[in-house]
């Protein structure tokens, strides 16, 4: 008999066998499970020894110790030989295996044995299909009835069963990155919907049973949570959520089956429209954990599938319903039941979907299929009774919102409020109902809002007031929302805010301070409150000088109601309300507002509590910087401010003092930065210069704000934001120890620096660096480093050719004040070579600010000034190829078009700081040398240099060929007439006509460029003018322009070409001249000759005019 026959034989023996049902089944369905796994049938073989492994659970007297032995080695996979099978399937002599031995447990009572099968050489797909075949429907309903629901007579505790093994198993494989098939997700996931279905079904049943009991109810609910307290059910079904959520992250496909399969079962639950089981079910903590893990799972599917952006229509439907079923259902449930830490995580995953560009479900929010009503709440512990029909979502989050306890579910779930009216806002212009002009949801979003605020204002119980304050202020608080104004547009409105306020309790009116602090942030309420709120104001100001009139005083709060009214009022001592036309300076409605807003006043209370509170708390150190952030754009305060040895210097010393590794101090501690960056900020803040349209409109301005000052006022005010004035608040806030720090610790990338911060720390070290003395401490604190770290001046494409103006106003910033670092500290200090930034890095950036086309130029100025000190740099020693800042400048960065441009400027100081720069240029780089003499000798020379006919003609010929060449820009910039004044200590401005360091700095140029003939020939024999100028020069009785003037023709005569000798030597006095600097007599010859300082110069002088001399024979 063939194998195949004696199998086929064998198989149908013990299926005639099995059908008589013998009482060894699970022997007989292990022999013919044996006898299908030879025959190449796996599926019948993991049916057979699966039903026998579920007998021998069930029935003590199945589990032989042969039965036992034949399951350890049919999962171990042992492989028999064809005389051991044979004998195997007749249970004579089955061979054994140290290797894969038998373990076993007694129980308590010694007389039975646990399971414990070694599967780790199946797959993971094996084991699935296990699992399947174990948890059929029978089983599962077998497992809920046992688990006796209505019965509490049995043991809590039960031996785990054979399945649980396998699912563990199926666990820990998944924990040690072994992913599931997607057909093994989809059975997994078919195995843990039949749970949930079968329990739906067998509730209903058992409950027919008790016919007083309706399925839905209280009573029945509560039992019916049994189920999930330890039995076999809720073991398995833990493991089962536990797989699918691990296995599903990231992982498209898998998230787009859990949705559709989940949404669909949840949808079919029935839903009863008195009562929701959930709430009762719930109450329960293991089942809250389940459905905790359950809504994990389920939102990290939406946020995966979410990134797909699903067009297949049926998919987008489940995608829609499970965003309803998670954010109205189980959110609702899981902030309602769980503990913080919980809820904190399922916060945060609905922060990150609602964070996706790519959801576009804001209408579920208000969707009236999920209205909450008081007939649903299953007890008192809500205290919602009267509460009108509200979605279940947007109640919860509001709940969640204005929680009491800042603690973490609270924290987030204020960016989750946030995150929410952003979705709405955006999208207010779309889908508009005719009869409104709003968009439908977002009109839903107010009608419900306003419900709850309204009924939550309108409570006599003061923690459901204080929660309706809390809750408008958080709304008025999330930017770009207006939904706070539409709340206050209806019959609540701000004057209603304030009545009664004498009755509430303390942190009652402490969060509607908060609330009047939010209104105050936006301009249209600020004169509402001063009309409104006025007297709560100075109420909440003076509370702690009658406590005992308080029942319920609370130093504590007393202080924080003090500090956040006093922050109020400092708003509005700022605000710029435009104020009607008919109040004047000095009428009645002027006092009235004066009489509110007493600023000495705020910075005195300041001043009080900082000093006399060693022990201030950070809420309070937070309000106390926020108030002197507006109070410190007062011009009048501003000196007092930045001089006080108590104000800033206690908010450092707070800051640092303050858990930085804390994250519930997070929030405070950004915003104590930010407020000291912003106090500093206002406090150095220099006025730009203006043009003349710039000031016609501030003009207009004023006259609409209504801002009229008197002269003297303005005389004040204008003298405090001087320069003088800023320059030495700069040098006192420089003083305050640890305060620059803070400013530079703000910038560092972990506390990740948003744009505004950006620009407004680098403005702050600008106006620093205005004083030349404090530019060195701006290096050694770290400015320079976090300054270029916060913008894009070396990273921007805008480093591409060709060179353009800087647009980003960070970047310029930053560009002038490296500049003015590198004027005045040695750049190999400023900027070391093995520093973070490098002397080459600033090339460009400092390029790009000389093309800069605003008012304030001085920033050009000094880029030339910066690129100067740059330009006269020896290569770097230690590095051969690296090319010097001077070549950059020209070869690199074709830098000499733009500074030429600039020696053409109109302005003094820009023309001198260009020449100064190419004067360097020329006399370090071979192509800025070139550029300039480059086809001097294709101008012709002229015939009799003293033929004053001739020169006229060439001087007024606007067209002659000398005009065009580069040179002849040096010339005319070093030409200068015998009266001409040439004191270098004379006083220059933009606005000067005659500058003589200009001159000097021309001369410089020609002196490096003449010892070249072609520039020499040019400058001698072909321009008209020269000649005069260099006689003008040697005659002016100035050292330092003499000492140029002897040094450009001595070069001249050095080149060797006969017509320069010729005509230098018969030109006019010339000859003359060079023989009167030959003597020694140098008081005679310099009108400003020092004798300590200048004798070298006059000895290298007499020198050269003997040398010249000489060459003249």
Same mark, same amino acid.
């Given at each position: ?47 057979? &020894? ?64 646990? /399971? ?37 007579? @049995? ?179 899981? &902030? ?48 919602? @009774? ?49 009869? =409104? ?12 809002? =306003? ?93 702690? @000088? ?20 006093? @922050? ?244 310029? =910033? ?6 003015? /670092? ?73 830098? *000499? ?47 009799? &240099? ?60 020609? =002196?490096? *460029? ?9 400058? /001698? ?93």
């Amino acid at each position: 008999m063939s194998t195949e026959s004696f199998l086929e034989k064998k198989y149908d023996e013990i299926s005639k066998k099995l059908r008589e049902k013998p009482q060894g089944l699970a022997e007989l369905l292990i022999k013919r499970g044996f006898i299908a796994s030879r025959m190449g049938e796996p599926r019948k073989a993991n049916d057979d &020894i699966s039903q026998a492994a579920k007998l021998m659970e069930l029935n003590p007297d199945q589990k032989t110790e042969q039965n036992i032995l034949a399951l350890t080695k049919f999962f171990s996979g042992i492989s028999l030989s064809d005389s051991e099978f044979k004998e195997f399937i007749d249970y004579r002599n089955i061979p054994t295996s140290e290797s894969h031995s038998i373990i076993t447990d007694k129980s308590s009572t010694g007389d039975s044995k646990t /399971i414990k099968v070694a599967t780790e050489k199946l797959t993971l797909s094996e084991l699935v299909q296990q699992l399947d075949s174990l948890l059929s429907e029978q089983e599962i309903n077998k497992m809920i009835s046992e688990s006796n629901i209505l019965d509490n007579s @049995k043991q809590d505790s039960q031996e785990p069963n054979f399945a649980e093994k396998i699912a563990l198993q199926i666990k820990n494989k998944t924990l040690q990155s072994q992913k599931l098939a997607l057909s093994d997700f989809e059975t997994l996931l078919n195995i843990f919907i039949r749970f949930i279905n079968l329990e739906q079904i067998a509730s209903k049943s058992m409950a027919s049973e008790k016919s007083a009991v309706h399925p839905d109810s209280p009573i029945f609910s509560t039992e019916r949570a049994k189920l999930f307290e330890n039995t076999p059910f809720s073991n398995i079904l833990f493991l089962l959520v536990n797989i699918l959520d691990f296995d599903l992250k990231s992982n498209h496909k898998k998230s787009h089956l859990f949705l559709m399969m989940f949404s669909h079962i949840w949808n079919s639950i029935p839903k009863s429209p008195d009562f929701d089981p959930f709430l009762s079910l719930f109450n329960t903590p293991n089942v809250s954990k389940l459905y905790y893990k359950i809504s994990r799972t389920f939102a990290d599917a939406i946020f995966n599938t979410l990134l797909d952006k699903p067009k297949d229509p049926q998919l987008a439907s489940a995608l829609f319903s499970s965003c309803s079923i998670f954010f109205q259902e189980l959110f609702f449930y899981c &902030i309602e039941f769980l503990d913080p830490k919980k809820k904190t995580i399922i916060i945060q995953k609905s922060i990150k979907i609602l964070s996706l560009h790519e959801f576009e479900y804001k209408d579920i929010f208000v969707d009236s299929n999920y209205l909450i009503s008081p007939n649903m709440f299953i007890d008192n512990s809500l205290h919602q @009774k009267d509460l009108p029909p509200v979605p279940k979502f947007l109640f919860e989050l509001f709940q969640i919102s204005s929680s009491e306890n800042d603690d973490q579910p609270n924290i987030f779930g204020n960016v989750l409020l946030s995150l929410v009216l952003q979705k709405f806002e955006p999208l207010k212009d779309n889908k508009k109902d005719v009869s =409104t002009g709003m968009d439908k949801s977002y009109e839903s979003l107010i009608l419900y809002s =306003t419900k709850i605020v309204s009924y939550w204002l309108q409570s006599t119980e003061q923690k459901t007031k204080s929660r309706g304050y809390k809750i408008l202020a958080n709304i008025f608080f999330c930017q770009n929302s207006d939904l706070g104004s539409k709340i206050l547009s209806g019959p609540l409105n701000v004057e209603s805010l304030f009545e009664d306020y004498e009755f509430n309790y303390m942190k009652t009116n402490l969060n509607l301070l908060l609330l009047t602090d939010a209104l105050a942030s936006k301009s249209q309420y600020r004169d509402l409150i001063g009309e409104f709120g006025s007297n709560f104001l100075v109420y909440s100001l003076g509370i702690k @000088k009658n406590p005992n009139l308080i029942k319920d005083y609370d130093e504590s709060v007393a202080t924080h109601i003090t500090i956040i009214a006093t @922050k109020i009022l400092c708003k509005l001592a700022v605000s710029e309300v435009p104020q009607p036309s008919q109040t004047q300076p000095g009428s009645e409605e002027e006092k009235k507002q004066s009489d509110i807003v007493l600023e000495q006043d705020l910075v005195d209370i300041y001043v009080s509590v900082l000093k006399n509170s060693s022990d201030v708390d950070v809420k309070t150190v937070m309000n106390i910087a926020e108030g002197l952030g507006y109070l410190s754009l007062k011009t009048n305060l501003k000196n007092q401010i930045s001089t006080s040895p108590v104000l800033l210097p206690s908010l450092v010393k707070h800051l640092n003092s303050i858990d930085h590794e804390n994250e519930g101090f997070k929030h405070e501690l950004s915003t104590i930065r930010f407020s000291i960056v912003s106090i500093v900020s206002n406090l150095v803040y220099r006025k730009p210069l203006l043009s003349d349209e710039e000031k016609a409109a501030h003009s207009l301005r004023d006259a609409a704000m209504k801002k009229k000052k008197n002269s003297k006022e303005k005389k004040l005010e204008d003298e405090l934001e001087s320069p003088k004035f800023v320059n030495l608040r700069c040098l006192s806030l420089s003083k305050i120890d640890g305060l620059l720090d803070v400013i530079v610790s703000i910038l560092l990338h972990k506390n990740k620096p948003s744009e505004t911060v950006k620009e407004t720390a680098v403005k702050i070290f600008l106006s620093f660096a205005y004083l030349p003395e404090l530019r060195g401490l701006l290096v050694q604190k770290g400015c320079v480093n976090v300054a270029v770290d916060n913008s894009t001046i070396f990273t921007s494409k805008e480093t591409e050719l060709p060179l353009r103006e800087i647009s980003n106003p960070t970047d310029f =910033t930053v560009a002038y004040f490296l500049s003015k /670092i590198s004027v005045s500290l040695p750049p190999t200090i400023a900027f070391p070579s093995n520093g973070k930034v490098k002397v080459n890095s600033l090339v460009f950036p400092l390029l790009r600010l000389c093309m800069y086309s605003g008012n304030d130029v001085l920033c050009v100025f000094e880029a030339l000034m910066a690129l100067t000190n740059f330009a006269s740099l020896p290569p770097n020693p230690n590095s051969s190829n690296e090319l010097t800042p001077a070549d950059l400048i020209v070869d690199k960065y074709k830098g *000499l078009d733009v500074i030429e441009m600039l020696v053409l400027s109109d302005l003094t100081m820009i023309r001198r700081a260009a020449v100064e720069l190419l004067c360097n240029l020329v006399a370090v780089n071979e192509s800025a040398f070139l550029r300039f003499i480059r086809s001097a000798d294709k101008v012709p020379t002229i015939q009799d &240099i003293n033929n004053e006919e001739e020169i006229n003609k060439l001087v007024k010929d606007n067209n002659a060929l000398f005009r065009s060449h580069k040179l002849h820009l040096f010339a005319a910039l070093s030409d200068i007439d015998p009266d001409t004044n040439l004191d270098l200590k004379a006083e220059i401005n933009n606005n000067s006509e005659f500058d003589p360091r200009t001159v000097l700095a021309s001369l410089g140029t020609l =002196t490096t *460029l003449c010892c070249e003939p072609k520039a020499a020939t040019f400058l /001698i024999c072909s321009h008209p003018r020269f000649l005069k100028t260099l006689e003008n020069l040697l005659a002016c009785k100035h050292i330092d322009f003499i000492h140029r003037a002897i040094f450009i023709i001595y070069s001249c005569l050095n080149v060797k070409v006969e017509l320069v000798s010729k005509n230098i030597k018969k030109y006019g006095n010339l000859t003359k001249e060079i023989q009167k600097l030959s003597s020694s007599k140098y008081n005679e010859l310099y009108n400003d000759f020092n004798a300590s300082t200048d004798t070298p110069k006059a000895d290298q002088i007499k020198s050269l005019a003997l040398q010249c001399i000489e060459m003249l024979k």
